[in-house]
């Protein structure tokens, strides 16, 4: 069943790489972060197999808006002397992901996966909300 984040992800990379030119790249990165989140979300709380391969699927087509959109804008908007610490500040961020997945695996331990997995998928939620709130350009940001 994981393989179809990966086929929803490697789908969604060809299709940002065949198509012409995207303007409006902080759109592509907060419906992909939506449908990521959502996406997950919904997986964790259903119970029909087909249902949820659907949703691995869709959750792959998100993740690859969130991280192909997570590097470009990062860079685009680094000033070219900074793109480099700001490529630092992205690599220290997805290391960190280590402590995410214990902090997952200790949620799962005392209120069971699912509902571990659910209450992560809603804290990205919370989160792109505060980001929305604190970046209200980055819904209007292209290039």
């Known amino acids: 069943m994981a393989v179809l984040v990966g086929l929803g992800a ?4 060809m299709g940002f ?6 303007r409006r790249l902080g759109l592509i990165f907060l419906l992909g972060t939506t449908a990521v989140s959502c996406a ?6 259903s119970t029909v197999y087909l249902l949820s391969c659907t949703l691995l699927f869709i959750a792959g087509l998100g993740l690859s808006g969130f991280a192909t959109m997570q590097t470009t804008i990062t860079t685009t908007v680094a000033q070219a ?3 480099g610490r700001a490529m630092g500040v992205l ?3 997805v290391g960190a992901m280590p402590v995410g997945i214990a902090y997952v695996g200790f ?3 005392h209120i069971g996966a699912p509902m571990a997995v659910g209450v992560n998928s809603l804290a ?7 980001v929305l709130a604190f970046q209200p350009g980055l819904r209007r940001f292209s290039v």
């Open 40 to 45: 997950i979300f919904a997986f964790s709380m």
């Open 10 to 13: 490697v789908l969604g990379c």
């Open 107 to 109: 949620l799962a331990s």
């Open 124 to 130: 990205c939620v919370f989160f792109l909300l505060a």
């Open 81 to 83: 002397d900074m793109r």
């Open 91 to 93: 690599v220290l961020a």
């Open 17 to 22: 790489a065949s198509a012409r030119k995207f």
